[in-house]
């Protein structure tokens, strides 16, 4: 497919990664250039694969918990709060109402923490350094409001069979005002940095588009899936913990483009901002965790698949129990897999430079695609 | 009206340009956020799990009545207790309580679990080592950083 | 107003010496190249040093951090340290490579930077060779650093140092042909290409004021002429990781990057020359205007660097030939218009 | 469960693709359709194409072992964004030597899923245009999701438990 010219032209593979700067993990492309240009893509995944699901077969279901956190570690309470959904569809625990709030409020606080991640990576990946360190100290603060409730900061393991670990410290309150005070203001400076910037809109208005239908037919979800125009949000449309009675509107952009893929993740962050807030004012009284739930469950036995929207999409967890106390079966989807397998279809054609912003506007983290 | 769209693209792009270089320098000359981590240290939340320690009781032993709780919900299978039974007393007694801290995950589960209260998580975070024998911790190693009375529920 | 009174007293001192020992007398032009030769070396060694911190303390505090802190007050002797370092470290050369071609290639890149600030005035007087084709020579030497990129990146026996390199090439071409044009401007207006007499051409008004357009395409194209940010395609990190120099190591890397910045001092002191009326400055002596001027643009290209992504390749391309270069013309016609018509 | 009742759709695979219905369960949580695995891909195309189920989502692809009854199952998961409902299908294949048609033409989803299924588990799919292994690395031996998994470098979770 060398262009059609006189000059005779020899294609050439560039192998990049596994260890490359913009690769977010250890993902392996052979890219067969022509000149500047992609003509074959041929990715390699799997370096990073830990068999989570044969792990899990051999825990119980407690001792999994810490370990789901670890599936996808910028978003570690989602695959955890998914197992634990999980657990309790097949135990047939009601999670208390304050459980469900605070669940649903470090969520969201989580998927800003990634989010952040997204927009310092996905700028740095551009070329600008700066807005990265900017993304990462936004990211920090919604650590810390984790790390005071949770203990940790990045694998929480927060949430349990029928509630979660902790109840909020007192000196929780003062410390998210304080974020959710300075966040708004934090995005308005991202989107001064970035949004409107001629040369960002260059090099991401039109690239690596992808329409709706062909964003289904591969099997996209979440916030790629919402920039090519689809209006599905699990949040809205299949609401779970305290959503339903939050109410949320998904943030739905048309293009299908790099920016919409990152303007979707940055009006999303506002959105999760508006969420914490409500979760914060209307935070029931009650208990946090569903008492006389055993440490140690033998689950029942029967089947369930759990949904939750994490930030790179539609995370699920399959699990077939065989009334034991560990899985039988413990099926992952985890939403960077599929979401990383069209890279193949969207690189031939395009400009090296902007096979980096159409991975990077995947979101994928590698973790999350090996498992 | 091409030049004119032009012209107007040209303004608009220098105008948001400009704004970045605004934003930066209003960043610049804000004051540094981050600290010079070996001078200074950020003071931890109390909650912060860093390594597991042993409490003391009030004779300065450990509490352990090696129940074995927590080796039944490690994740990481890091821990490991040695015990025998005795005539005339009670329960187990311990012989020896060991936990592989280079295993560790830092999940707590084991503190939870314990119903005697004598593990804890002290917010200690620099266990770096030469030597990875060192890092598994005995029981007297597990006993010698207790937690500041602030820190305790 | 400083380094000229110096010189002229040890040139004097040293013609004394080689006339009372009766010295032949061809001593006395070559002592004074080797002085030059030394001073210069010596500013750009310190030059870089400081840049290189400059650069560093600059990011951070944009980014709200510290920078080097350590080593020295503030980290001012880091740069050193890494220098050091730097030395100690395995000169590693790549199987595949060129090996003649791969290890001349970081001199190439960085000889002709050294050689252009001949003709830099820093203060009054403090010129080493006022050539009369000052402005020419100055062009024409800073292309040449290029062929070190250029064989640095083919040498390397890389694909993506030879991506790099030929990036490289493609970028130089384009952006010294708007950056030639936009000087043109104001040696019309000086009517001479001599650095000295376009300073003092800009004794009561910069050129800034009479040529704005030039200077702004003059900043862009420099920032393009020395790989900056968002110019710096030839060595785009996250695309091919670090271009041309992705297999050097060691003093070889130094070198590289020792062009780097030394090149962007050297187009910062060619703008304050050329539109920011060089040396000229009230009160205080004209090599510390000199400098200010320089580092003031030397700052604004950090700012560029620190806020904006990268330009794709064609992008850049495109803006080179469809808007700058236009542009460079109209700006050349419109100033040959004025001179005719005043 | 929204949506269709799942017999009106069991009652439409077996119109369209003829009868391969094997077993329709409604349970507790995921209610299902076995069908025979010869019919996979009929089943996938049928669901994806027909305008009034509209399964355009493919979720993921799976398998679960069961040694006991000498089989795997496999599980296709669909999700329809017209009507807002989840379909999941399922189909036994044998444990050796167990294969299917790939969906890869009908699902661009499915070609990684496949890959992984047939790394983890070893059924093969028919059609498919790339079957490597995906997770695991290149040479590896045996199929890690199966039961009765065992390699040199497999090491079982270890009980610590003492003893009494």
């Not at chain 1, 949770?150 to 694998?155: A, D, H, P, S």
């Not at chain 3, 002085?35 to 210069?40: D, F, G, Q, R, S």
Request: proline residues 5%; charged residues 20%; negative net charge.
């Amino acid at each position: 497919m060398a262009t059609d010219t006189a000059i005779h032209t020899q294609e050439f593979q560039v192998n990049m990664g596994p260890q490359h700067p913009s690769t977010h993990g250890v993902f392996r492309m052979v890219l067969t250039m022509d000149g500047e240009r992609v003509v074959d893509c041929e990715p390699h995944v799997g370096f990073l694969h830990r068999s989570m699901e044969k792990m899990a077969e051999n825990r119980l279901y407690i001792q999994f918990l810490p370990m789901a956190d670890r599936i996808d570690y910028l978003s570690s309470l989602f695959c955890s709060v998914a197992h634990c959904q999980a657990v309790e569809q097949l135990m047939e625990i009601e999670v208390p109402p304050r459980a469900k709030y605070l669940r649903t409020m470090f969520m969201e606080l989580n998927r800003i923490a990634s989010h952040c991640i997204f927009f310092g990576v996905f700028a740095l990946d551009l070329g600008a350094v700066t807005p990265f360190l900017y993304g990462f100290r936004e990211r920090e603060l919604t650590m810390d409001l984790l790390e005071m409730t949770t203990g940790q900061r990045i694998t929480f393991n927060y949430p349990r069979f029928g509630g979660v670990a902790a109840d909020l410290p007192d000196s929780f309150f003062a410390v998210a005002e304080k974020f959710l005070k300075v966040f708004p203001g934090r995005i308005t400076d991202y989107e001064r940095i970035l949004n409107e910037n001629e040369i960002f809109l260059a090099r991401t208005k039109g690239v690596g588009v992808v329409d709706g239908a062909r964003a289904i037919n591969y099997g996209w979800s979440g916030p790629n899936l919402r920039a090519s125009g689809v209006n599905f949000d699990l949040r809205q449309n299949m609401p779970y913990e305290a959503y339903g009675e939050l109410g949320y509107e998904a943030v739905v952009l048309s293009n299908g483009d790099c920016y919409d893929r990152y303007l979707v993740r940055i009006l999303e962050m506002r959105a999760s901002h508006a969420l914490i807030k409500k979760c914060l004012e209307g935070l029931p009284d009650g208990p946090i965790v569903k008492e006389k739930v055993s440490k140690f469950p033998k689950v029942p036995a029967g089947e369930v698949y759990a949904r939750v929207e994490s930030p790179r999409g539609d995370y699920g967890l399959y699990l077939v129990s065989d009334g034991t106390n560990k899985p039988y079966r413990y099926k992952l989807r985890t939403p960077s897999f599929n979401n990383l397998s069209m890279i193949r279809e969207m690189l031939p054609g395009v400009y090296l430079a902007d096979v980096v912003p159409i991975f990077g506007s995947l979101d994928v983290i590698l973790p999350d695609v090996d498992r | 009206m091409r030049v004119f769209r032009a012209i107007g693209r040209l303004v608009k792009g220098t105008w948001w340009l400009f704004v970045g270089m605004v934003t930066t320098t209003k960043h610049f000359l804000r004051r540094a956020i981050t600290i010079q981590y070996p001078k200074e240290r950020f003071e931890q939340w109390p909650r912060f799990r860093g390594r597991v320690a042993m409490v003391a009781g009030d004779d300065g032993g450990h509490k352990c009545t090696a129940c074995a709780q927590c080796i039944r919900v490690c994740p990481a299978a890091c821990i490991t207790l040695e015990r025998h039974k005795e005539g005339g007393v009670k329960g187990f007694v311990v012989d020896g309580y060991v936990i592989d801290i280079g295993l560790c995950i830092y999940c707590g589960l084991c503190v939870e679990v314990c119903n005697f209260d004598a593990l804890a998580m002290v917010p200690e975070y620099e266990m770096s080592v030469y030597d990875k024998a060192e890092l598994v911790y005995d029981i007297p190693k597990l006993l010698s950083r207790q937690l500041e009375p602030e820190f305790k529920k | 107003m400083i380094i000229h009174p110096v010189l002229s007293w040890l040139n004097e001192w040293w013609q004394g010496v080689v006339a009372t020992y009766g010295l032949p007398s061809c001593f006395v032009p070559a002592a004074q190249m080797v002085v030059h030769a030394i001073l210069i070396g010596g500013f750009i060694a310190v030059l870089v040093l400081f840049l290189i911190w400059l650069t560093r303390k600059v990011s951070a505090h944009i980014q709200q951090r510290f920078g080097p802190m350590r080593v020295g007050w503030h980290g001012s002797v880091q740069t050193v340290a890494d220098a050091l370092k730097l030395m100690q470290k395995e000169d590693t050369t790549p199987r595949s490579c060129d090996r003649p071609v791969f290890n001349i290639a970081p001199f190439l890149a960085f000889a002709p930077t050294i050689v252009a600030f001949v003709v830099i005035p820093f203060g009054d007087g403090a010129i080493i060779r006022d050539l009369n084709i000052g402005v020419l020579f100055l062009f024409a030497i800073t292309t040449i650093n290029v062929i070190g990129v250029i064989s640095g990146g083919w040498a390397s026996g890389s694909k993506y140092s030879l991506l790099g390199g030929f990036r490289s090439a493609a970028q130089l071409v384009s952006y010294e042909v708007p950056l030639v044009l936009s000087a043109l401007g104001v040696i019309m207006l000086a009517g001479s290409m001599k650095m000295g007499a376009i300073v003092d051409a800009q004794s009561r008004i910069w050129f800034v004021a009479y040529q704005p357009l030039a200077f702004v395409i003059y900043i862009i194209a420099a920032t393009a002429e020395v790989n900056r940010t968002p110019f710096d395609i030839p060595e785009a990190e996250q695309e091919i990781v670090a271009g041309f120099n992705v297999e050097y190591s060691g003093m070889k890397f130094a070198m590289f990057f020792l062009a780097e910045f030394a090149n962007m001092f050297l187009i910062a002191a060619i703008a304050a020359t050329l539109f920011l009326g060089g040396w000229r400055g009230p009160w205080l002596p004209g090599e510390f205007w000199f400098l200010a001027k320089s580092f003031a643009i030397v700052l604004l290209l950090m700012f560029f660097r620190w806020t904006y992504p990268r330009l794709r390749v064609d992008q850049l391309m495109s803006f080179a030939w469809k808007f700058l270069l236009p542009l460079a013309f109209l700006n050349l016609i419109i100033t040959g218009l004025i001179l005719v018509l005043i | 469960m929204a949506g269709l009742p799942l017999d009106h759709i069991a009652d439409k695979i077996k119109d369209a693709v003829g009868d391969v219905v094997v077993e329709v369960n409604e349970g507790d949580r995921v209610p299902f359709v076995r069908v025979e695995a010869n019919a996979v891909a009929r089943v996938a195309r049928f669901l994806r194409d027909d305008g009034e189920l509209a399964f355009d989502f493919l979720m993921y692809i799976t398998a679960v072992d069961f040694p006991d009854e000498d089989k795997l199952t496999l599980v296709y998961y669909y999700f329809s964004y017209q009507n807002q409902q989840s379909l999941m299908v399922k189909a036994d294949v044998p444990r050796q030597g167990g294969t299917a048609r790939s969906i890869a033409h009908i699902y661009a989803a499915a070609d990684w899923l496949e890959r992984e299924v047939y790394d983890l588990f070893g059924v093969t799919f028919d059609g498919h245009p790339n079957l490597e292994r995906i997770l695991t690395p290149e040479g590896f031996e045996g199929h890690p999701l199966l039961k009765d998994f065992a390699s040199e470098d497999y090491v079982p979770f270890p009980d610590k438990m003492p003893g009494k």
